[in-house]
């Protein structure tokens, strides 16, 4: 009933920027934190940034100044703007986000995963 659907993935030579997007579908009565993930081969998923519906925000240390997490609540829609990106900062980069939705003529829990976006850093 809740989908999120990343996009804005691709190939960037070191120092460039990318813009991840994720956006949500479904019927949405609202959506408390959000989030990006991500996943390098044989690593395990590492969280990257967090905002709460409310705008606070955090940050892993190794992209802290160089990402910004962001949201729009309107859109129900996050955004990763990535800069000075780094070649450890190729990985599958996933969205996730947990709320309530209408179903049924009741309200719902969800917490829901993208299916991530390849964002791969290499000259």
């Known amino acids: 009933q809740v989908q999120f659907v990343e996009s804005g993935g691709g190939l960037v030579q070191p120092g460039g920027s990318l813009r991840l997007s994720c956006a949500a579908s479904?019927?949405?009565?609202?959506?408390?934190?959000m989030g990006w993930y991500r996943q390098a081969p044989g690593k395990e998923r590492e969280l990257v940034a967090h905002?709460?519906?409310?705008?606070?925000?955090n940050y892993a240390d190794s992209v802290k100044g160089r990402f910004t997490i962001s949201r729009d609540n309107a859109k129900n829609t996050l955004y990763l703007q990535m800069n000075s990106l780094k070649p450890e900062d190729t990985a599958v980069y996933h969205c996730?986000?947990?709320?309530?939705?209408?179903?049924?003529?009741?309200?719902?829990?969800?917490?829901?995963w993208g299916q991530g976006t390849q964002v791969t850093v290499s000259s």
């Open positions: 479904g019927s949405i009565f609202s959506i408390y934190a």
């Open positions: 905002i709460t519906s409310g705008g606070l925000t």
């Open positions: 996730n986000a947990s709320g309530t939705y209408s179903y049924g003529g009741r309200i719902h829990d969800f917490n829901t």
